[in-house]
């Protein structure tokens, strides 16, 4: 099966740090999705990109896909309490999708 | 609307016995895909469906079947089960429209599974 690898895998930050988490795959890839996991909960979906070189902003989450779409990554600027959970990326072959093993975010107030 | 509703949300079984997952979908979604979550680790594909009628396997599907006789319904069926099995079963469903956000994944609240 495809091979995504995420990194890292925790990662603890004071509130109002900035948070990245990476995701690559070894092969070009059509488009990546990116899903959040509160603990004790199910992934909810974020974003999808398609484009090489696609960034996408949603309010303080920062979405970019690499250029030769082999890379991804989610960033966070100045967490906060709420941003506490697991990310995970996830990348679809034909009809069969392949999930990164997340990195967990933990926020310190 | 529902979205993705599983039961039950918990289980214990023990090995050798067998249990049926139950997944229903309320939005008229094509596409229907079962999932296993190992604590700290990412999710695994088991088995998926593109349609009533039609199933495949996924990146784990041993000791694991399904049915889709139905858009809304994909039960997920555990014969034997083993120790190895214990997990969070996650149930989704997307619409499978091409499209920027034709494959997102919609997913229900999961059942949390223990073999003894």
């Known amino acids: 099966g495809q091979q995504v690898m995420q990194i890292p895998q925790y990662q603890h930050v004071q509130e109002g740090e900035d948070f990245t988490t990476y995701c690559n795959s070894s092969?070009?890839?059509?488009?990546i999705q990116w899903y959040k996991q509160r603990p004790g909960g199910h992934p909810v979906f974020l974003i999808q990109?398609?484009?090489?070189?696609e960034v996408k902003k949603q309010k303080r989450l920062t979405f970019q896909f690499g250029e030769a779409k082999k890379n991804s990554s989610l960033h966070i600027t100045a967490t906060q309490t709420t941003d506490v959970g697991t990310y995970f990326c996830?990348?679809?072959?034909?009809?069969?999708?392949?999930f990164g093993t997340g990195t967990s975010l933990t926020v310190i107030p | 609307n529902a979205g993705v509703t599983q039961t039950p949300k918990f289980r214990i079984l023990k090995i050798g016995q067998s249990m049926t997952l139950q997944c229903t979908q309320d939005?008229?979604?094509?596409?229907m895909y079962w999932y296993r979550q190992d604590p700290g680790m990412g999710l695994k594909l088991i088995y998926y469906?593109?349609?009533?009628?039609?199933?495949d396997k996924g990146e784990v599907p041993n000791g694991y079947n399904v049915s889709r006789s139905t858009t809304e319904d994909f039960p997920l069926r555990l014969e034997l089960a083993a120790p190895s099995q214990t997990s969070v079963y996650f149930c989704?469903?997307?619409?499978?429209?091409?499209?920027?956000?034709?494959?997102?994944?919609?997913f229900g609240p999961g059942t949390r599974l223990t073999v003894l």
């Open positions: 989704a469903s997307s619409s499978g429209l091409a499209g920027p956000v034709g494959n997102e994944q919609f």
């Open positions: 092969t070009t890839l059509s488009n």
């Open positions: 990109l398609v484009k090489s070189g």
């Open positions: 996830a990348l679809n072959h034909g009809n069969q999708f392949y």
């Open positions: 939005m008229n979604h094509n596409y």
């Open positions: 469906s593109v349609g009533a009628g039609i199933t």
